[in-house]
């Protein structure tokens, strides 16, 4: 009821394990990539536990999708099955026919003989327990017993089991020691962190076609504090949330209407848990307070000695008061400097910053001051989206939002997580999200760049920031401007055009630089190219085409509007 009300087409908040809105955070990356490891091993078993709702099923059909194709794969769903009720249902999830009432015996052998069947027609076997904390000790027994069957280099069936914490004191049962000792990757999958929160509610928020930020930042705060970093929680927090705020016709969601959500999910829970998370959150504040304080005017602002002032029509203030070197040069000879040690007229940050009872002027040197003033410039999104817009020769409109603005413009906004190389590859000067040394938001324009040195703009001010500087303090969220092409069809995959397949393949050819083949089908070459892109791109790869990657190709390959760097280059 309440999508149009925030522009959006789909309801993003859904517990529905839709793919399009896949969300992998840097732990579902690093549990992913402990799975892969351990089916690459020659073992037999590999173990992803975690809290309910953490995403463990999530990362489990990620990696189903990334599997190869010669790999038949058995996702058994419930384990409350005896021994031979286990062996029947991996028959029937692999075809493996057999008679009626079977024996234990009849479908081991079977189960063996598919198994050997399947080595030497160069194929792979792995099979997915789901809630495994309910298989029962003689069921993991016979499961050990069924990855016996091995070469000299490798088990013919490979096991990944699934569970809830208790599934790691299950397998720490002395009758279950020798199936333990066979696990070759194990991961423990924890809650969201309420960075990852934010950047999670965002990612939905835009697959549903909204990309402007809807939550406020206190919001995230009572989200995080509320759902425990539990995706599956957070869910149900946000729909509550959008409701109340459609009927208070009310943005952005604030925290009060997260904490009245949570009222109503989690009923007497929110009770307790508000009693510990001030006091915690309130010991946090002090102690990340005292160490950012420290870390930032003894280590960070080091780093910002590689800050200068780009001169501009609205910034007149520099950081480095020397030399009258042009804006072009400025870039390297900050360099030079750091490799000499002699930084001349650029200030040096005080010995004496951890002294909190000096006054501000007094702690900060003149770098630190412009560096500050411009980060509370910047508090406001709009500034930089205004900034983004005004590269591509656009304004804002008022009464509109930056987005609508551009749309009204012939641009299109594009959101997405990623790093400085993700940045860089794609090479549009963007929006991105920041954060200050005490966690909270700024926000910025990077409008060009020289070798490992961006321009960026921060409310009035222009300033060259280096690589590590940037990395410390990016969220890992930007949004660019790009103008769409006129036509563009929904997916390209198998049984598309000849047309569409063609030009898939020579956009994937241009990206890799390389020659464009002629095709007269979808092959399995371009499918596996498509695939790599997909996942290089965090996209689902699934090898087909869909909205998501025909925006991703189209970013590549357009002409049209500012770009960081003309010539390209490595990043």
Not at 80 to 102: F, K, Q, R, V
Not at 109 to 128: C, P, Y
């Amino acid at each position: 009821m309440y999508k149009a009300f925030y522009g959006l087409n789909d309801n993003p908040f859904s517990i529905a394990p839709n793919p399009h809105y896949l969300f992998l955070s840097d732990r579902h990356r690093e549990a992913l990539a402990h799975l892969t490891y351990g089916l690459g091993e020659t073992g037999g078993f590999v173990l992803l536990t975690g809290e309910v709702g953490t995403g463990k099923t999530t990362v489990s059909r990620t990696l189903l999708n990334q599997l190869p194709d010669n790999t038949d794969t058995a996702f058994i769903l419930n384990p409350s099955l005896t021994e031979l009720e286990l062996l029947a249902t991996l028959c029937d999830a692999l075809n493996i026919e057999y008679g009626p009432e079977p024996s234990l015996k009849q479908l081991t052998d079977k189960i063996s003989q598919f198994l050997l069947a399947n080595h030497e027609r160069g194929r792979h076997t792995v099979m997915i327990i789901d809630e495994a904390q309910h298989l029962r000790a003689e069921v993991l027994e016979q499961l050990r017993l069924l990855t016996n069957l091995e070469t000299d280099t490798k088990k013919l069936l490979q096991v990944i089991l699934i569970g809830q914490p208790e599934l790691q004191q299950l397998l720490k049962r002395q009758e279950l020691r020798q199936l333990a000792q066979r696990i070759t990757a194990r991961y423990h999958l924890l809650p969201l962190t309420q960075q990852e929160i934010a950047l999670y509610v965002q990612h939905r928020l835009q697959v549903a076609g909204r990309h402007e930020p809807l939550f406020h930042r206190r919001a995230i705060k009572a989200l995080h504090q509320y759902s425990g970093g539990i995706p599956r929680l957070i869910n149900l927090l946000c729909e509550r949330a959008l409701m109340a705020g459609y009927a208070q016709s009310k943005v952005p969601i604030d925290a009060n209407m997260v904490r009245t959500a949570a009222t109503e999910v989690l009923g007497e829970e929110v009770k307790s848990r508000s009693l510990f998370w001030p006091t915690a959150a309130a010991a946090a504040v002090v102690f990340t307070f005292a160490g950012a304080f420290y870390l930032f005017n003894h280590t960070d602002e080091r780093g910002v000695l590689n800050l200068v002032a780009e001169p501009s029509t609205n910034s007149s203030a520099v950081l480095s008061s020397g030399a009258g070197a042009s804006s072009s040069q400025m870039p390297n000879q900050v360099a030079q400097r750091e490799r000499s040690g002699d930084w001349g007229a650029i200030p040096q940050p005080s010995d004496d910053l951890d002294s909190m009872s000096a006054p501000k002027s007094a702690q900060l040197s003149a770098s630190q001051q412009i560096l500050r003033q411009a980060i509370e410039q910047s508090r406001n999104i709009d500034s930089a989206y205004a900034s983004i817009l005004g590269l591509w020769g656009k304004s804002p409109y008022i009464g509109l939002t930056a987005c609508q603005s551009a749309q009204q413009q012939g641009l299109d906004c594009f959101q997405q997580q990623g790093n400085w190389f993700s940045l860089l590859r794609l090479n549009y000067p963007a929006v991105v999200y920041l954060q200050d040394e005490n966690q909270q938001p700024f926000y910025g324009t990077v409008v060009s760049r020289q070798g490992e040195q961006l321009l960026l703009q921060l409310g009035e001010q222009q300033l060259w920031v280096d690589r590590a500087w940037f990395t410390r303090h990016f969220s890992g969220t930007f949004e660019i401007l790009w103008q769409a092409p006129s036509y563009q069809p929904k997916e390209i995959g198998r049984g598309a055009p000849i047309a569409q397949v063609q030009w898939l393949e020579n956009a994937l050819a241009h990206i890799q630089q390389k020659s464009p083949r002629l095709v007269n089908q979808f092959d399995d070459e371009l499918e596996q190219a498509l695939r790599a892109f997909q996942r290089q791109h965090g996209l689902r790869a699934d090898a087909i085409a869909g909205s998501q990657t025909l925006v991703q190709l189209n970013l590549y390959l357009s002409d049209q509007g500012p770009r960081l760097q003309e010539s390209g280059g490595r990043y």
